[in-house]
């Protein structure tokens, strides 16, 4: 028996995996994402790597909406920076107050831009001719569906989450469209039954898609984590925390070392180097605990597995990545938080997993009093059962089984 897919591929039904396994092999999956922040783009490499470590024998690509959109590079031509930098350059700088009124400058100029998006969007669609295609992002939802309905209409579109919960209104979960919206959290999935979105087309998850080495492996018994500690200039037996800022760092990583001279800790400034180097260059006081700063790490995982807590900005990957690997987190949540991590601070109250201040002045009574109840901090870690790498892809095989199922000619 053979059956066609959507492209018109023949495969046998008896083929790897079985007949859902035979269509879904040949089908090709694009993942959307922009590099404003770096959180989109971790994402969909983490995503990419689910689907391969799920077995299941997709064609994956890629897409970065930016390269699609601008492909001359028209934008950096003319002003000598990529669009998404400005953006990150304001994060390094902490330069984040205002975004709020500014996202609905953006929106707005995304809303005048719809149909020139959908032609060009329609365009790069009907080229490559994706079986499914997985949004990463927010804000342009509406244009990459309304383009790939027009372009592939038997196509699925999903979005994929990747905060906590939407920031509404027209962020993640825009109302009226023919999509799939996956959740990480009981408050999106409210969000998105409020948008007017039916039941079979949320997809609940147990929370973030985390790269696979926040799944593999166990954590450090106290003698590996004391070894590894002496072995990076650590003293094996302090509480040590991790200082985390995504991707770029953050001003405020300075201020906290000049806090917490007596604390241990694990400074990691991701691409920023001039922050890594003044870090390295601050006085040492006397009986200054040992610091350690890292410039980028493709592993950030090892390094958690030697903390105790963790203290950073409420973004939604690092804050999962920290409670997946049960260090308790330390955030703060004010002006200058962006508006779609503001929930992630509320997230983190609501389930005991760390403790949210209104800035970093009160980091020391923070530490100190996460310190003090370090054990009760790691059992509500411990609930967070995040399984997100492992259930994205089974959604979105169902998915293209559904498609399957509703195209399939037998002959």
Not at 236 to 250: E, K, Y
Not at 281 to 293: D, E, F, H, K, S
Not at 338 to 343: F, G, K, V, W
Request: proline fraction near 6%.
């Amino acid at each position: 028996m053979m059956l066609l897919d959507p492209r018109g591929e023949a495969e046998t039904a008896e083929g790897e995996g079985g007949a859902a396994g035979a269509f879904v092999r040949t089908c090709t999956v694009d993942l959307v994402y922009i590099d404003a922040g770096g959180g989109h783009r971790a994402s969909a490499l983490a995503l990419e790597a689910a689907i391969v470590r799920a077995g299941l024998k997709w064609s994956v690509r890629l897409v970065n909406l930016r390269e699609v959109l601008d492909p001359t590079d028209g934008f950096r031509r003319f002003t000598g920076i990529d669009p998404e930098d400005v953006y990150n350059q304001r994060i390094k700088r902490g330069w984040t107050a205002g975004l709020a009124q500014e996202l609905k400058v953006l929106q707005a100029m995304i809303r005048w831009s719809h149909a020139p998006l959908v032609r060009r969007l329609r365009t790069h669609w009907a080229e490559t001719r994706p079986d499914m295609v997985v949004s990463l992002i927010p804000n342009f939802n509406r244009a990459l569906r309304a383009s790939l309905a027009l372009a592939c209409p038997q196509a699925p579109y999903v979005t994929v989450l990747t905060d906590l919960a939407d920031h509404p209104p027209n962020f993640w979960i825009e109302k009226g469209l023919d999509q799939h919206i996956v959740c990480g959290s009981g408050r999106a999935v409210q969000q998105a039954r409020d948008a007017g979105y039916a039941a079979s087309r949320i997809h609940a998850t147990s929370g973030m898609i985390l790269r696979h080495g926040f799944h593999d492996g166990q954590p450090c018994d106290e003698a590996a984590r004391a070894n590894a500690r002496v072995e990076l200039g650590l003293d094996p037996h302090r509480a040590t925390g991790i200082v985390l800022f995504g991707g770029q760092g953050a001003k405020a990583m300075l201020d906290i070392a000049r806090r917490l001279p007596d604390v241990q800790l694990i400074l990691a400034c991701g691409h920023n180097a001039k922050l890594a180097n003044a870090l390295r260059a601050l006085p040492v006081q006397p009986g200054q605990a040992p610091r350690l700063v890292l410039g980028f790490t493709p592993d950030p995982a090892r390094y958690m597995r030697l903390a105790d807590f963790f203290i950073g900005k409420p973004g939604p990957g690092s804050v999962s990545e920290a409670v997946q690997m049960q260090l308790p987190v330390i955030v703060a949540c004010n002006r200058w938080t962006l508006p779609q991590e503001r929930y992630n601070a509320q997230w983190v109250r609501e389930n005991g997993v760390g403790i949210v201040v209104p800035g970093f002045a009160k980091v020391r009574e923070a530490v100190t009093t996460v310190l003090a109840d370090l054990p009760a901090y790691r059992v509500a870690t411990l609930r967070m059962r995040n399984r997100a790498a492992f259930e994205v892809p089974e959604i979105l095989s169902d998915l293209l089984q559904q498609v399957n199922r509703s195209t399939t000619r037998f002959y």
